[in-house]
């Protein structure tokens, strides 16, 4: 089968096509092709046992979704968009890069015209809630964004089940908790505190966390966020399993940065502790303050979506991943 | 002030417009200025104590809504809608006028870049829910439509809501139970069998009835309709009083057929209850089956929104409104 990956020069797009190369076949079916996609031309993963194409595309412009597709890709999962703080700065670009090009893909899909009803795996996020929220969270809540990110990938949510229902595509969207560790450098995201006060001080390098020890979020590591979507290309593989509804939240762990910090503890030590610098920033301590902390995922346990069973689990799989079994002294 | 009505030429814009020219004001303000647009020219209200003008416009079409916010309405209420059946027959057309006319409404208000901030009354529908449901559906429970117009509508939301957040508009949307007693001929709607038991019997005429008695579902009368509107309006001019979730499902009526036929018995008697002939439709009773049947709208009673008190006075308010108080013998 082919299958086309958007964002694919992104930390997750770039992990989940070495996956497909590791694995060199999703679910049952071989693969014979990958089509690898983003504003930025992607890497190409080493050793692919199948033939392998890049593409620099806008999806948002015109008939750039249409030559997307011309080779009818299998599988297409759609990954691309711009994260929440740019979304949130430059208010054009979210929509139309979020809402525009996900709309452009779904649209040039329909028209085909020549029954191509493609398997297509939406990168949804948790962000589509917005406080006030029950603890935890079920599966039947109201999406009420409190971002332009979280609207714009609610709305492609509700193109998602309406493309599907009508037979256009067979859909599941994923809602992905909070990503960490995120290798790489710091960025300006209000949740990169999440990720910096593990992955610096195991570089030996200060991090600085600017919440409370007390809060609490939802996530998942770069390894289970490649399992969740492998595993969604799966059950879109299998549409009846899923029925009407086919947006689903993610399971994850809540975890409390204090619990992040004696997962260090546990693995690096109190020297790895000692590089977290505690620099109280009320700003983001607001917006984290509207983020949710805990879900009820049980339709997705229900249908095997798996998660990392600790904190712990996600360090060592960043050691593991990221830097080569090496931490810093 | 002034005010747009979009979607004019309906039932429910029509009442609307008859109901400022009434009232000659809106909340605490004196209209100075109605605008009706529509598809086709709307109907001029009688009498009206104002200045009015009629336009008629699409709104998806290039600088529509550009010219008809051009004057600067203080206050808008979007009821331009492709209704249920014709969304779900003609896929285009319903993405075409329900969301991308929307959407350009509030693309041309956002950039007009001179303070512009009207306030928007948005008419969504209870269609933006999806069995299976608990029973009554709570306030926050998850919008899973199950037609285009219902997702068409729930898009919609969610932008009334991003752009109320970011400041571009004062909006709130009203989820709209189902409306009878509907005046006029019979319609394809697969709802319209609940308003033409009651309305075609007491014009003499026969009605079919293609569900079981004890089919329940949530009803507002056309009087109700209007006063949510003209409610909503004094809302978005106290935006603090509505918070970030600013769509909301207006209370109603929870009646099955049998009850409005007993309500029809008792103030028209057992010669108009004849005139229901029951001649079971399987299609019909199947997509009847998946719509929501009763409501807790605690937020909107909570916010001073009130509905009718009886089936009763639904009937009465019908025969007031549109027989002129005569009932066919």
């Not at 037979?167 to 560790?181: A, H, K, Q």
């Not at 505690?278 to 339709?299: H, L, M, N, T, Y």
Request: proline share 7%; net charge neutral.
């Amino acid at each position: 089968m082919h299958v086309l990956i958007t964002g694919a020069a992104g930390m997750i797009g770039r992990k989940l096509a070495a996956q497909l190369v590791r694995n060199s076949g999703l679910g049952e079916g071989a693969v014979d092709g990958l089509t690898l996609v983003d504003m930025v031309r992607p890497d190409l993963p080493e050793r692919a046992p199948f033939r392998l194409i890049t593409s620099v595309t806008d999806l948002a412009a015109p008939q750039a979704a249409a030559r997307l597709i011309a080779d009818r890709p299998d599988v297409i999962f759609h990954l691309a968009a711009v994260v929440s703080g740019e979304a949130e700065s430059d208010f054009e670009k979210g929509y139309r890069v979020n809402l525009d090009g996900t709309r452009a893909l779904l649209e040039a899909i329909r028209i085909a015209g020549d029954g191509y009803r493609p398997k297509f795996v939406f990168a949804s996020s948790i962000a589509v809630f917005g406080a006030p929220f029950p603890d935890p969270i079920p599966d039947d809540f109201a999406l009420t964004p409190l971002t332009s990110y979280g609207t714009q990938k609610a709305v492609c949510e509700l193109l998602l089940a309406d493309y599907t229902r009508l037979g256009f595509i067979s859909g599941i969207g994923i809602r992905l908790p909070t990503i960490v560790v995120r290798p790489g450098a710091p960025n300006k995201a209000a949740s990169g505190f999440f990720s910096s006060i593990i992955r610096e001080p195991l570089a030996g390098r200060e991090a600085i966390l600017p919440v409370s020890d007390d809060v609490r979020h939802w996530f998942a590591s770069p390894r289970c966020a490649v399992g969740f979507l492998l595993h969604a290309a799966a059950l879109a593989l299998a549409p009846a399993r899923l029925g009407p509804r086919v947006n689903l939240t993610m399971p994850g762990l809540c975890v409390s940065v204090g619990e992040e910090i004696a997962a260090l503890a546990r693995i690096a030590g109190h020297k790895a502790t000692a590089r977290i610098r505690r620099e109280r920033d009320p700003v983001v301590a607001k917006i984290v303050a509207g983020w949710p902390q805990s879900f009820d995922a049980r339709r997705a346990l229900a249908l095997g979506f798996r998660t990392d069973t600790s904190f712990d689990e996600i360090i060592r799989a960043h050691i593991e991943d990221e830097l080569g079994g090496q931490i810093a002294g």
